[in-house]
């Protein structure tokens, strides 16, 4: 082998080690992941004027890679007969999602999903309500993102909490689902939703910093992120954007880090070797077998859900 040919195969040998190493601390790092849920209030201010340019001018200054926007007007008489999603989406350079709740003058009337990376798969849910829900799932590559608007009613926003709950625990990637769930954290809903598993992302303390309604000067939360399960490596970023105007609720921002996905087997109704496996509910408190209750878990050396029923 001549010398020119011993540098360049050095040069490339090189190379591919130092992009490998690369790749490799990457995926150590994890995949950050900016999430937005904002109630729009069908494109209409405190000034009762739609104008969407606000809430996109809004949205495009937390740079989010996805968004839950609830309280979306698609073709309907107030709001001019336009696609609001579609036309957000196309502000933004983002894909939009619309799921229709109720149809209304002409219309229909819901919730949408805005993301940088196209979904893979779409699908949305009817959740009870007095005036009627949807729950809105997108699946992406490394993560799902589901927004819904809960009903006023306490039992229909109940009714809703298994429905979600099922929706959750049947995907393997990590789960998100913020949204309107007119519900403050003290709440009977909120507590069971912590019990069930969810893990609240946005900050639900009482402090005026993390109040989202009304917009102007608010006085409670009701809006939120959760993932279900521990998921997440890291936060980034968790705030309630200060906006008075574009909305009747401010939006909430939460940043994350997950890490990138692992084989993680379908959910079962048995535990494999189960007295020699450490075992975990779904906030990553180690559960003594012996005392196992009916609900989800994970085995932890295999990473797999089951059902204990």
């Known amino acids: 082998m001549t010398m020119n040919k011993r540098h360049l195969l ?63 007007d698609s073709c309907v008489k107030r709001s001019g007969y336009i696609p609001e999603a579609k036309i957000l989406g196309d502000a933004l350079g983002m894909y939009s999602t619309f799921g229709a709740a109720i149809p209304l003058t002409g219309g229909k009337y819901g919730v949408a999903i805005l993301s940088k990376e196209r979904p893979l798969s779409v699908h949305h849910l009817p959740l009870p309500g007095v005036e009627k829900r ?10 799902v993102f589901a927004t819904t608007h809960l009903d006023l009613n306490d039992s229909c926003r109940f009714a809703s909490l298994p429905i979600i709950l099922e929706e959750a625990a049947s995907w393997e990637k990590p789960f998100f689902i913020c949204g309107d769930w007119n519900d403050e954290p003290a709440s009977a809903l909120i507590k069971q939703m912590r019990k069930d598993g969810f893990v609240f992302l946005n900050g639900i303390t009482s402090s005026s910093l993390n109040y989202t309604f009304p917009a102007p000067n608010p006085n409670k939360t009701i809006d939120y992120i959760t993932s279900f399960g521990r998921v997440t490596k890291s936060t980034t970023a968790r705030k309630v954007i200060k906006e008075p105007e574009a909305s009747d609720h401010r939006p909430v921002l939460v940043g994350v880090t997950i890490e990138m996905p692992t084989s993680i087997q379908s959910p079962s109704t048995s535990i494999d070797d189960a007295k020699l496996d450490e075992i975990y509910d779904l906030t990553g408190k180690k559960v003594v077998n012996e005392n196992l209750l009916p609900g989800l878990y994970i085995q932890k050396n295999k990473r797999k859900k089951f059902v204990i029923r």
Do not use: K, W
């Open 10 to 72: 050095f040069a490339l040998l090189t190379s591919f080690l130092l992009i490998s190493s690369r790749m490799a601390y990457s995926q150590a790092e994890g995949m950050e992941i900016r999430m937005l849920t904002y109630n729009i209030r069908h494109g209409a201010g405190m000034d009762d004027v739609v104008d969407l340019n606000r809430q996109a001018a809004v949205i495009q200054g937390t740079q989010p890679d996805v968004v839950g926007l609830q309280e979306v």
């Open 134 to 143: 949807t729950l809105l799932v997108c699946e992406f590559e490394n993560y």
